[in-house]
């Protein structure tokens, strides 16, 4: 029979964000962590060039948040910029207190802080070029040493349990449903908390720098549950993926192009700087584009990355994960160029919070990649996203704290009925409708976009949105088919925000609208299920 489970504090998600919440939580707190698959195995593995915060006698928070609110392209919401960057430096602290240990400099005295696109000082603190690995796994091991957490791997969240749901009165969250993927049964979870901290939805496109399972589930089961989204029209692609056919989703970080890489047309000549004066260094969705556009122009399927003119020890040293990997598919770094090519890379929109995660509906909160929390505006400026997760994550904790006292008990909800439905033997249309999607999201809803485009994909992923619909009421559910459910409908956020947005800002870019309104205003969509949060 499928288990039930009690907690005081549900984490669904568990990469710097989750955890952060979760080691941020006072000890009396019984917590549950779930995890998609193993405890480590989120997009905060894979970050590699590290964390923005102000460390730097040099540097200033005035100076973070005004680069930060320039990449933005005047979306950013300047109050959640300053609560950030303000809380950067402790933040970095605390990381350095749970035991990451990150690069210092030649001399050992400081540690080493380098620059990326859009900031004007050196501020990135950085492990090598495998930052997220540092900070996965540090965390994970405090994680695991708590004794009032429960981890719980391989399970996915197929929906929130909300009052609403349940048939009685107010607006609050009180649990979710769960698959556990080693058995196939949906579990229940109880929970007098809620935390989202599942990511993005980078999935939903063909090429993409994110793990298998940045599939949108938060933002998807957040939505259906009554929460607002915001700005999902902007999705970063990172510039520099590296091009191989047997190369999956292997990002070159911006720090390389930080310490003097240089991007390259095929035959060897230079072309940021016809694009922007600041070249390599600008902000991600100009050098995207630039990218797309020499791509297009000459036909070419990856133009190319160069530091081979930096010393072979320096770049060995700097950038060992990437010199190491590069080496695995024939293309030393220290000698020749990497072939790149841009990919779907991060969610700058999400589920609107407030500055203490706290989303629309009572007792759940969102934090990290799944939130939009006003700090990325139009554009997310390179490491900053790892500094809203460890802020944002002890912003929770601290306002579930604050709250504790306050909040019952979460009401008896069923058991997950399985009666009505039967195994499917149709698992090809799981597959063939996940390629239908990530190819026409790609091709019609991509760096450069037209509106006759998105209407194109507008219609697709309707008929996607019906026959899948149809799939997940007849058959057993499984990850596959709940990954691809939610991409279906975090796809139709992005579509119907990129048609509202009549304006090319930041990371959208539209040929029928190339130029910029006078006024910046947020994309948010409304679900059929809002209701206005209590006070």
């Not at 050992?108 to 990326?116: I, S």
């Not at 349990?161 to 979710?176: D, E, F, Y």
């Not at 016809?274 to 020499?294: K, M, N, S, W």
């Amino acid at each position: 029979m499928p288990q039930s489970h009690k907690y005081d504090v549900l984490i669904i998600g568990s990469g710097a964000a989750g955890l952060s919440v979760a080691l941020n939580l006072p000890r009396h707190l019984k917590t549950a962590v779930i995890s998609k698959g193993e405890l480590a195995s989120g997009s905060t593995l894979w970050a590699q060039g590290g964390i923005a915060a102000v460390l730097d006698d040099e540097d200033s928070i005035e100076e973070h948040i005004q680069d930060t609110l320039a990449a933005g392209a005047d979306l950013c919401h300047e109050d959640a910029v300053r609560f950030t960057v303000e809380h950067g430096r402790e933040s970095i602290e605390w990381l350095i207190e749970q035991g990451v240990a990150f690069t210092r400099d030649d001399t050992e005295d400081k540690y080493h802080l380098t620059r990326e696109g859009g900031h004007s000082r050196r501020r990135i603190i950085h492990a090598a070029d495998a930052t997220g690995h540092a900070v996965s796994q540090t965390l994970s091991d405090r994680v695991r040493s708590l004794p009032n957490v429960e981890i719980l791997e391989q399970r996915v969240a197929v929906d929130l349990i909300t009052h609403r749901k349940l048939s009685l009165p107010g607006n609050r969250c009180v649990g979710a449903y769960v698959l556990n993927i080693e058995d196939s049964h949906v579990e229940l979870f109880s929970a007098r908390f809620v935390v989202i901290a599942t990511g993005g939805s980078s999935k939903a496109y063909r090429y993409t720098s994110n793990p298998d399972g940045a599939s949108g589930d938060g933002i998807a089961i957040a939505w259906r549950a009554g929460c607002r989204v915001a700005n999902m029209e902007f999705n970063q692609f990172h510039p520099t993926c590296l091009y191989h056919p047997h190369a999956k989703s292997f990002l070159i970080t911006e720090a390389v192009r930080g310490e003097g890489g240089r991007l390259l047309l095929p035959d060897g000549s230079t072309f940021m700087e016809r694009f922007d004066p600041r070249g390599e260094l600008a902000p991600r969705d100009i050098v995207a584009r630039a990218i797309d556009h020499e791509m297009k122009r000459l036909g070419a399927d990856h133009l190319y990355l160069d530091i081979s003119h930096k010393p072979a020890d320096f770049i060995k040293s700097h950038f060992p994960t990437i010199y190491e990997k590069c080496i695995e598919f024939g293309v030393d770094i220290t000698r020749s160029a990497i072939p790149v090519v841009p990919a779907a890379h991060y969610t700058c929109g999400g589920v609107m919070t407030d500055v203490k995660a706290r989303s629309d509906v009572n007792q759940l909160y969102v934090v990290g990649e799944a939130a939009f929390t006003g700090l990325h505006g139009a554009n997310r400026m390179a490491s900053n996203s790892l500094l809203e997760c460890l802020v944002y994550g002890k912003a929770a904790a601290d306002d579930i704290a604050r709250t504790d006292a306050d909040i019952p008990e979460p009401p008896t909800a069923p058991a997950w009925d399985e009666s009505q439905v039967r195994d499917s033997d149709e698992d090809v249309v799981i597959s063939h409708n996940w390629d239908e999607l990530r190819h026409f999201m790609w091709d019609y809803v991509g760096i450069v976009r037209t509106t006759k485009r998105l209407q194109r994909a507008k219609h697709r992923v309707d008929l996607l949105g019906r026959e899948i619909g149809e799939f997940y009421s007849n058959y057993r559910v499984s990850n596959d088919l709940l990954e691809l459910r939610n991409l279906v409908t975090v796809a139709d956020l992005i579509i119907c925000s990129a048609l509202q947005r009549r304006e090319s800002r930041g990371l959208h870019y539209t040929l029928d609208y190339p130029g910029l309104l006078h006024e910046a205003k947020d994309t948010i969509l409304t679900p059929t299920t809002f209701r206005t949060r209590a006070p």
